[in-house]
Structures are given as structure tokens and as C-alpha cells.
């Protein structure tokens, strides 16, 4: 660095800058010394003085005025040492990105959840997942069945937390728990707080169930024509949620089905409601992961099943093991 530099002429080639390029041009234009720019990025000064004449070659452009005794940024210098900076910065962030991928529970993970799942589970959910894996960022969404595997299928959401058995192919299942449903009706139904209820009870009853599109609806009207209920039976369909659901029961309008994840939620706040117990086996549904079939965080969400079980032991249900997994593609009432 003797001689006063002589800079590139001619047209600009379109040659495409190298990153080790870019770099050292950053960092030429940070420290405005060829020495100290070199030693901050591991680099030899005619490494570094190479790399910056061939970015401006590469581009056609001057970016640094030379002299013997300082090195200084020409006007087309001081704008691209910006936009130097922009793509450096972003190629950072595009490693940090790429190493979290590679690490378990790291990143986003895209959870939808069921109404009549969400309220009851959600807690659990979210105690473990903020203790056991705090870097992981969670991200619910609350939607009807049909909604969540459109989004699943569509790459929107990661992982459902839902009713099975699905029935959908491309969809694999880990199971978590089973729930019992239980009878709620207004104080002073004749079966109000009764244990051994035969499921033939509901063959008359006057039911309340959840609209069009909730799982839960037809599970319940599957558990009742089980029971025998025939297809012209009174059934009341007037709520969107559970909550709703059982203050139409307070109130004498008729009797519903409940999980029992949701019995204290909904049940507590009101001394007109009662339930009561189904005689073995008691009607009840699934509760499971689900996630596309080869998805590359398969095992991730093997262990987050995994775990997921042993919190919900404290639940009113009986976990699943994992080894007693609900087929895909099969017949099912929780689409």
C-alpha cells in the first residue's frame, strides 16, 4: 500500500460479490485501517486488500480512496458499506435460523387445538412447554377440526392436539389419554348425580348439544345412537361452546355430554348443575397428537407426546402409552 490506487474502469461486468468479499469491505469500512480490519475478522491484510479489489472489480464501482497514510470511503462506498452490512447481517441470521432447525424444540412450533380441548388442556400444555423447553416458541391456534387439518395439510399449522380416531390418510396419530363423558343436567333430574347410568338413559332424554362442525356434537350423537336413540329423537342444538352449553342445562332447557377434562371448568361456578356417571364401559374419545406423516420433526413431537402424558397423568383420564397408537386412515367419529 504504497502507491495511490487506480480504480476499476470499464462496465460493470455483473459479476456476482462473495461473502468473504462483502466481509471484508464491512470490515474495512468499520475500522478505516487495513491492519485493524484484518485482525478483526482472522484475516491476512493482503487477504483482506485482495478481497476488497475484487469486490470492486465485481461491481464496477470504487468504494475506497488509498493513500499511503489513510484509507477513506468514496461517496458509492459509504452507501454500499450499508447495504454490505444488510446482507451480512441477514446471512447471520439465516445460520441462526439454520442452527436452531437443528435443535429440538427450538424456533416456532404451530400448535391448533380443538374449542372443546383447548380451555381444559391449555394449562398443562403450557406449564410444560414453558419448563421444559423455554427457547421453544409456541404458537395456539383455536379452530374446528375440519380448519386445523386443512391448515395442517397446507403446512399453516405443525401439530394438532385433537379428537381421534381422524380418518384421514397422511396424517399420523400419537395418542395421549382417554376421557370418560359424563351426564350433566339441571338439579333435580331424576338422574342427577347418579353413578352406573346405562348409556339406554339417553334414548329419551332431551339432549343439548354443540352446532354443526364441533367434533364433540358428533361424537356425542354417536355415543347416543349407540344407546339406541333413533334418528328422530329431540335433539336441541342452540350453542357454539361448552360454556354456553351447560347454562342452557342450568337453566331447565335439558340435559348434555361432557369430557371430563371439562367438568370443573364448566360445572363449578353453578350449584344448579349436576353430574352424574356412565355405567362401564362409560361412553368416551381420544385425545391425541397429530401431525403429517414424514415430518422432518417426527421425533420432536415423539417427545412432546411423550412428556405431554406424563403431565396429564394428574388429570381425570387414563393415559395412553405410547406404543398404543390409533391407526391412521381408520373409522372414527372425531373429524
Not at 394438532?160 to 338439579?187: Q, R, S
Request: proline share 7%.
Amino acid at each position: 500500500m504504497t502507491s495511490p490506487y487506480n480504480p476499476p474502469r470499464g462496465p460493470h461486468r455483473g459479476k456476482q460479490p462473495s461473502f468473504s468479499q462483502l466481509r471484508a469491505f464491512a470490515a474495512v469500512a468499520e475500522h478505516l485501517h487495513f491492519r485493524d480490519a484484518a485482525a478483526a475478522i482472522g484475516m491476512s491484510q493482503p487477504a483482506l486488500s485482495g478481497a476488497v479489489s475484487s469486490l470492486e472489480e465485481a461491481l464496477g464501482v470504487q468504494l475506497l480512496e488509498r493513500t499511503t497514510r489513510k484509507v477513506l470511503l468514496s461517496p458509492a462506498g459509504e452507501r454500499l458499506a450499508v447495504r454490505a452490512r444488510t446482507v451480512l447481517d441477514a446471512v447471520a441470521e439465516l445460520m441462526e435460523e439454520a442452527e436452531a432447525a437443528q435443535a429440538p424444540f427450538t424456533g416456532v412450533l404451530r400448535l391448533g387445538v380443538i374449542p372443546t380441548v383447548a380451555p381444559y388442556l391449555l394449562p398443562t400444555v403450557l406449564r410444560l412447554v414453558h419448563r421444559r423447553w423455554p427457547e421453544l416458541d409456541l404458537q395456539v391456534h383455536e379452530e374446528q377440526t375440519s380448519s386445523l387439518l386443512d391448515g395442517l395439510a397446507a403446512g399453516r399449522l405443525d401439530l394438532l392436539l385433537l379428537a381421534v380416531p381422524l380418518g384421514v390418510p397422511g396424517i399420523t396419530e400419537l395418542p395421549l389419554f382417554d376421557e370418560d363423558f359424563v351426564l350433566v343436567t339441571p338439579e333435580g333430574h331424576p338422574l342427577a348425580g347418579r353413578d352406573a347410568i346405562p348409556r339406554e338413559a339417553l334414548k329419551e332424554l332431551r339432549l343439548l348439544l354443540l352446532d354443526e362442525g364441533h367434533c364433540l356434537r358428533d361424537q356425542a350423537l354417536d355415543i347416543c345412537r349407540e344407546a339406541g336413540r333413533t334418528e328422530g329423537a329431540e335433539v336441541t342444538t342452540t350453542a357454539a361452546g361448552l360454556a354456553t352449553l351447560v347454562q342452557l342445562v342450568a337453566g331447565g332447557l335439558g340435559v348434555t355430554l361432557l369430557p371430563r377434562t371439562a367438568v370443573t371448568v364448566e360445572t363449578a361456578r353453578n350449584t344448579a348443575l349436576w353430574t352424574g356417571g356412565f355405567a362401564d364401559p362409560a361412553p368416551s374419545r381420544r385425545i391425541a397428537l397429530a401431525m403429517r406423516t414424514g415430518t422432518a420433526r417426527h421425533a420432536e413431537f415423539e417427545e412432546l407426546a411423550e412428556a405431554l402424558r406424563g403431565a396429564m397423568e394428574e388429570l381425570p383420564v387414563r393415559v395412553v402409552g405410547g406404543g398404543d397408537r390409533s391407526g391412521t386412515g381408520g373409522p372414527g367419529s372425531g373429524a
